[in-house]
């Protein structure tokens, strides 16, 4: 009983050990595949004002600024086992002052795995694009696109997409104007010198520490989120909430069936929140409350100013002030809460 014990143990081991270095000699043999079939393009700014980036098939886009006048692409090789020749491929057609990439992303048919340890977590199948800022406008369009940008700097972006998210951190853009039917759109620390479109049917919205003449947002099935902005807000939701805080500029929301939460200090411009099915509830300090006029009206609900008993349940106005904080919902409560005037919180929903 005691040899077969050993014996069993002993071959665990061996096999153990054959496993591992057959794993070994894999990611070895797919290390040196990948490196062979490393894609690295690139063309130089051709004096074009503006340039289209074409996306077929599935793609993860990675988007980053050019250190010289070249439009660079860069994707890692192909999995060990895979029977294509190329993991993507592009086609640069230049017609009057507009430069068209096409960008064809090889879907992989086939890939080995080893039987012990899994490698696929060195697989990366993203596009990496490295633009110039010589363009006066970049356009990314295709069906099935997410794309990342950080440290990004641009005149004009376009983002046209049927499926995918968006997100990018420390943008400095002129316009950015995203289409998108379904996905996320997450903008953090952006600069814009001009004005801001984002569009999703289906998706959540978040833009957070940005600045920028006017922000646009606009989303059917999905949440609205900002913080920590400068520049005037409208935002369109019909089936998700829409949350504001601390943000400089004139506000204007418009809801559907949800709520709003609006959340900022020192108010000096003007603000307009309107929900048909949902409650709305503001935070202010005193201060932004004393110096503004106040319009809050709701149908089938219930109006509460710090906890305090009023004269009707349903409406409260007044006249003081030079800006004007409205919010009138249909079939929600609106209630006024207090915050302090230094206060910088905010939670994320």
Known sequence: MKRRTLLILGLAFILIIAGGLGSIFFYQRLDAEKKASEINKKFKYDNSEELVLDIKNSASIHLATSDDEYVHMNKQGLNFGSKQKESATWNVVK??????????????????????????????????????????????????VDISADDLSLAKLDVDTKRGNFYSNNLTIQD?????????????????????????????????????????????????????????LKISNQY?????????GLVD????????????????????????????????????????????RTDYGIVSIFNKNLSSETSFTSDKGDASIKATSKNGDISVNEIDKDDTKYEYD
Do not use: C, R, W
């Open 176 to 232: 950015l104007t995203i289409n998108n039917k379904f996905g996320d759109l997450y903008v953090q620390d952006g600069k814009f010198e001009k004005d801001v479109k984002l569009v999703t049917s289906t998706g959540n919205i978040h833009v957070e520490n940005a600045i920028f003449k006017s922000l646009e947002m606009e989303t059917k099935n999905g949440d609205a989120f900002t913080a920590n902005t400068k520049g005037n």
């Open 95 to 144: 017609k009057d002052k507009k430069t068209t990439v096409t960008i064809d992303n090889k879907v992989s048919d086939k890939t080995l795995k080893p039987a012990i340890f899994n490698f696929e977590s060195i697989s990366d199948d993203s596009i990496f694009l490295k633009l110039p800022e010589n363009y006066k406008k970049i356009t990314i369009k295709g069906d099935k």
């Open 253 to 296: 929301v418009d809801n559907k069936n949800s709520d709003i939460f609006f959340h900022s200090n020192n108010i000096s411009h003007d603000v307009k929140l309107n929900t048909v099915h949902g409650n709305i509830q503001l935070e202010m300090d005193k201060a932004s409350y004393n110096d503004n006029k106040m319009d809050l």
């Open 240 to 248: 998700g909430n829409t949350s504001i805080n601390h943000t400089i």
